[in-house]
């Protein structure tokens, strides 16, 4: 790689970095793994060491994560609370390890301190006198968030510093006495003051508890016990944070008591009465270090609490403090991490699925393998870029990885295993007896005429009756199957004509239940405009730009009628959506699609005219409401010129709880988000 593709790759990883560095850090919401974060930042890392003039003082590489958020007051850090740098294999810990022996003399002969990395979320706590004074968050390194109160309620955390006299019999205490008889007079000399380091973190049993909670009350699962300990300890309410049964464990004392190795601060730390990590070892080689990485691989699914890896550090204080700092991360430290969750297989073919709006999406058909404990057998190749640059053929071995719960991606492949037999895919010419088209600028392959292809009806018909558009109970992809094989529809507008004599003849549907049908389906004959809008499937068009066309128009016969111009000067309208809705409205089968809808019965309400009571406010609902639907709650809303969100942060205005109110209402008050009641909300309209 040039300097000059560096320079652009570098500034590309750094926005990436730092947009899901500020998600995870200060919004506490992620939208990738930690793996895959943590792999962007190890090839930044990679980089600027290999162009080291390239490294600026802004990189993600040079300072630690997260905010001061409002609602808490500022504590500055006696010594900055640094981030440690990641290392993925063998050879990259033996240059690690070079590096550092570059810096020191000649006969220097070092140890090493093995630990295991708990995911978890840094704390730091101040003692005075041996009593807890304070406890603050990372924040950005220097000043962190003071959330004493919320870490007082946490078991693992002393209140006070124990007294060697209180534990000098257990065997424990007497066998560290004396190997280290030293530590006996540290401890009870303390200064004045002690700082020391740790991790909150959660046990995954009680992250299990937890999330069974959250599936009897029907609220949203936690994605993982490091988010809901970062959560809690930010909670504004104590209490909350009492809730979760979060745990804490020492790794590091900053004050420095005389202390000469980091073996002894975790001794120490034990004698004083906190947690510290079981799983460590004093390591006098890489060769022992790596055989405890291994180790500790093996046990992983074994152990209490998630872990990511290993940390190796020197265990000598002074060389640790003599090697000093590169940017933010300490030389003598490394995060050994581990693998993500991989596994090879072999693709046995490769297909094309279609979705609503005629794109088509390659697909590999693997043999089926295991893969963080679940058996998968596809993986999404996305489009013939993606494929192109992976260079995957039909026969191919491959290591796939889990991306999310169900669809796993294919990461590598190993092309010393291609056999001879393996093939390239080619995108079909012809699909659904029509051309296969790319336009200039796209990546995706569709047909040419989607509302011709019977494959496709299928899925508009699916998202038509879908629950964010016309949201027909009962009514799923089976029995959808079931009608259009029995041929007693055509398409969407045919449902609102079926009587219940014409389901009763069907398999399993007996008088009763081909009358629920019916009637689930005549009763969503009114729907809103924007919802129709989006109903219609029409490309480039979701529920935001269905709205914004709703609003804009007022009513179907408005937007039905419109000009490419008039389509073009619409705010967040660009050109590629403007000639989509315009193309389609023109379409002479899409005309006849809507007056049959009409025909049927369908209505489709008018755009109110937009107050300006909410302008430029964003509400979140969650919880049950009891006067109004949620729909019809957000109609309201966006009807007095607010804004509506799926999630709540910063920008968030209101937060409007209804019964069960779950993570969103926890979220709200950690980020000082106004939450309002139901009753609150409607007199707001008034």
């Given at each position: 790689?040039?300097?000059?593709?560096?320079?652009?790759?570098?500034?590309?990883?750094?926005?990436?970095?730092?947009?899901?560095?500020?998600?995870?850090?200060?919004?506490?919401?992620?939208?990738?793994?930690?793996?895959?974060?943590?792999?962007?930042?190890?090839?930044?890392?990679?980089?600027?060491?290999?162009?080291?003039?390239?490294?600026?003082?802004?990189?993600?590489?040079?300072?630690?994560?997260?905010?001061?958020?409002?609602?808490?007051?500022?504590?500055?850090?006696?010594?900055?609370?640094?981030?440690?740098?990641?290392?993925?294999?063998?050879?990259?810990?033996?240059?690690?390890?070079?590096?550092?022996?570059?810096?020191?003399?000649?006969?220097?002969?070092?140890?090493?301190?093995?630990?295991?990395?708990?995911?978890?979320?840094?704390?730091?706590?101040?003692?005075?006198?041996?009593?807890?004074?304070?406890?603050?968050?990372?924040?950005?390194?220097?000043?962190?968030?003071?959330?004493?109160?919320?870490?007082?309620?946490?078991?693992?955390?002393?209140?006070?510093?124990?007294?060697?006299?209180?534990?000098?019999?257990?065997?424990?205490?007497?066998?560290?006495?004396?190997?280290?008889?030293?530590?006996?007079?540290?401890?009870?000399?303390?200064?004045?003051?002690?700082?020391?380091?740790?991790?909150?973190?959660?046990?995954?049993?009680?992250?299990?508890?937890?999330?069974?909670?959250?599936?009897?009350?029907?609220?949203?699962?936690?994605?993982?016990?490091?988010?809901?300990?970062?959560?809690?300890?930010?909670?504004?309410?104590?209490?909350?944070?009492?809730?979760?049964?979060?745990?804490?464990?020492?790794?590091?004392?900053?004050?420095?008591?005389?202390?000469?190795?980091?073996?002894?601060?975790?001794?120490?730390?034990?004698?004083?009465?906190?947690?510290?990590?079981?799983?460590?070892?004093?390591?006098?080689?890489?060769?022992?270090?790596?055989?405890?990485?291994?180790?500790?691989?093996?046990?992983?699914?074994?152990?209490?609490?998630?872990?990511?890896?290993?940390?190796?550090?020197?265990?000598?204080?002074?060389?640790?403090?003599?090697?000093?700092?590169?940017?933010?991360?300490?030389?003598a430290a490394v995060a050994f991490k581990f693998p993500a969750e991989e596994a090879t297989t072999i693709v046995e073919d490769i297909i094309v699925q279609i979705g609503r709006t005629g794109v088509l999406t390659p697909v590999a058909v693997l043999k089926p393998v295991k893969v963080s404990g679940v058996t998968v057998s596809r993986a999404t190749l996305h489009n013939m870029d993606e494929i192109r640059k992976l260079d995957v053929r039909i026969g191919d071995t491959v290591i796939i990885q889990r991306a999310g719960d169900v669809i796993p991606d294919i990461v590598k492949v190993l092309k010393k295993?291609?056999?001879?037999?393996?093939?390239?895919?080619?995108?079909?010419?012809?699909?659904?007896?029509?051309?296969?088209?790319?336009?200039?600028?796209?990546?995706?392959?569709?047909?040419?005429?989607?509302?011709?292809?019977?494959?496709?009806?299928?899925?508009?018909?699916?998202?038509?009756?879908?629950?964010?558009?016309?949201?027909?109970?009962?009514?799923?992809?089976?029995?959808?199957?079931?009608?259009?094989?029995?041929?007693?529809?055509?398409?969407?507008?045919?449902?609102?004509?079926?009587?219940?004599?014409?389901?009763?003849?069907?398999?399993?549907?007996?008088?009763?239940?081909?009358?629920?049908?019916?009637?689930?389906?005549?009763?969503?004959?009114?729907?809103?405009?924007?919802?129709?809008?989006?109903?219609?499937?029409?490309?480039?068009?979701?529920?935001?730009?269905?709205?914004?066309?709703?609003?804009?128009?007022?009513?179907?016969?408005?937007?039905?009628?419109?000009?490419?111009?008039?389509?073009?000067?619409?705010?967040?309208?660009?050109?590629?959506?403007?000639?989509?809705?315009?193309?389609?409205?023109?379409?002479?089968?899409?005309?006849?699609?809507?007056?049959?809808?009409?025909?049927?019965?369908?209505?489709?309400?008018?755009?109110?005219?937009?107050?300006?009571?909410?302008?430029?406010?964003?509400?979140?609902?969650?919880?049950?409401?009891?006067?109004?639907?949620?729909?019809?709650?957000?109609?309201?809303?966006?009807?007095?010129?607010?804004?509506?969100?799926?999630?709540?942060?910063?920008?968030?205005?209101?937060?409007?709880?209804?019964s069960d109110a779950g993570s969103k209402l926890d979220k709200a008050k950690k980020l000082g988000v106004k939450t309002i009641s139901e009753k609150e909300f409607l007199n707001m309209l008034e």
């Amino acid at each position: 790689m040039t300097k000059e593709e560096a320079k652009k790759r570098i500034a590309k990883l750094k926005s990436e970095i730092n947009y899901h560095r500020y998600l995870y850090h200060v919004l506490n919401r992620q939208e990738i793994s930690d793996a895959a974060l943590d792999s962007l930042k190890h090839e930044l890392s990679k980089l600027e060491e290999q162009f080291p003039d390239l490294v600026t003082s802004d990189s993600p590489t040079q300072r630690v994560a997260g905010l001061v958020l409002k609602g808490f007051k500022k504590i500055s850090h006696s010594q900055p609370m640094l981030s440690l740098g990641d290392v993925f294999s063998v050879d990259e810990l033996k240059d690690w390890d070079n590096r550092i022996k570059k810096l020191l003399p000649a006969q220097q002969k070092l140890e090493y301190f093995a630990e295991i990395k708990i995911d978890g979320f840094a704390v730091s706590l101040i003692y005075e006198n041996g009593v807890l004074k304070n406890g603050s968050t990372r924040g950005d390194s220097k000043v962190g968030e003071d959330v004493t109160e919320n870490l007082k309620t946490i078991d693992s955390i002393p209140m006070s510093l124990a007294s060697p006299e209180d534990f000098r019999e257990h065997a424990a205490i007497k066998e560290i006495f004396k190997n280290f008889p030293e530590l006996k007079k540290i401890s009870g000399d303390l200064p004045k003051t002690l700082e020391v380091r740790g991790e909150i973190y959660m046990s995954k049993k009680t992250f299990e508890e937890i999330n069974r909670e959250q599936k009897k009350k029907k609220l949203p699962l936690f994605a993982n016990p490091r988010n809901i300990a970062a959560g809690s300890v930010r909670q504004l309410d104590p209490q909350m944070t009492a809730s979760r049964k979060l745990d804490f464990l020492v790794y590091d004392i900053v004050t420095d008591v005389g202390q000469r190795t980091h073996e002894e601060e975790h001794l120490l730390a034990k004698i004083l009465g906190f947690k510290t990590i079981e799983k460590a070892k004093l390591c006098k080689s890489l060769d022992e270090i790596e055989e405890f990485w291994k180790d500790i691989l093996r046990e992983r699914e074994k152990l209490p609490s998630l872990i990511d890896g290993i940390v190796v550090q020197v265990n000598k204080n002074e060389i640790f403090e003599q090697l000093g700092v590169v940017g933010k991360t300490p030389r003598a430290a490394v995060a050994f991490k581990f693998p993500a969750e991989e596994a090879t297989t072999i693709v046995e073919d490769i297909i094309v699925q279609i979705g609503r709006t005629g794109v088509l999406t390659p697909v590999a058909v693997l043999k089926p393998v295991k893969v963080s404990g679940v058996t998968v057998s596809r993986a999404t190749l996305h489009n013939m870029d993606e494929i192109r640059k992976l260079d995957v053929r039909i026969g191919d071995t491959v290591i796939i990885q889990r991306a999310g719960d169900v669809i796993p991606d294919i990461v590598k492949v190993l092309k010393k295993l291609r056999p001879g037999y393996s093939r390239e895919f080619n995108m079909p010419r012809t699909f659904c007896k029509q051309k296969v088209m790319r336009q200039e600028g796209e990546v995706a392959y569709r047909i040419e005429h989607p509302e011709k292809c019977d494959l496709v009806n299928r899925e508009k018909i699916y998202h038509f009756v879908s629950k964010n558009v016309f949201d027909i109970q009962g009514l799923g992809p089976k029995i959808i199957d079931r009608l259009l094989d029995e041929g007693l529809i055509q398409d969407a507008a045919d449902l609102f004509l079926l009587k219940e004599k014409d389901l009763e003849h069907l398999e399993r549907f007996a008088e009763k239940s081909a009358a629920n049908l019916v009637e689930a389906i005549q009763e969503r004959k009114k729907i809103e405009l924007s919802r129709f809008i989006y109903a219609l499937g029409l490309l480039h068009v979701g529920e935001e730009t269905a709205f914004d066309l709703a609003k804009h128009f007022g009513n179907l016969d408005n937007l039905s009628s419109v000009s490419l111009e008039e389509l073009r000067r619409i705010p967040n309208i660009g050109e590629v959506v403007a000639e989509s809705v315009y193309g389609w409205f023109k379409e002479e089968i899409h005309k006849k699609f809507i007056h049959k809808l009409l025909k049927a019965g369908v209505e489709v309400g008018s755009m109110r005219p937009i107050s300006k009571k909410l302008a430029g406010k964003t509400f979140v609902l969650t919880g049950g409401l009891e006067s109004l639907a949620r729909d019809e709650a957000k109609r309201m809303i966006r009807e007095k010129g607010g804004d509506v969100s799926e999630s709540v942060s910063a920008q968030t205005d209101y937060v409007i709880a209804g019964s069960d109110a779950g993570s969103k209402l926890d979220k709200a008050k950690k980020l000082g988000v106004k939450t309002i009641s139901e009753k609150e909300f409607l007199n707001m309209l008034e």
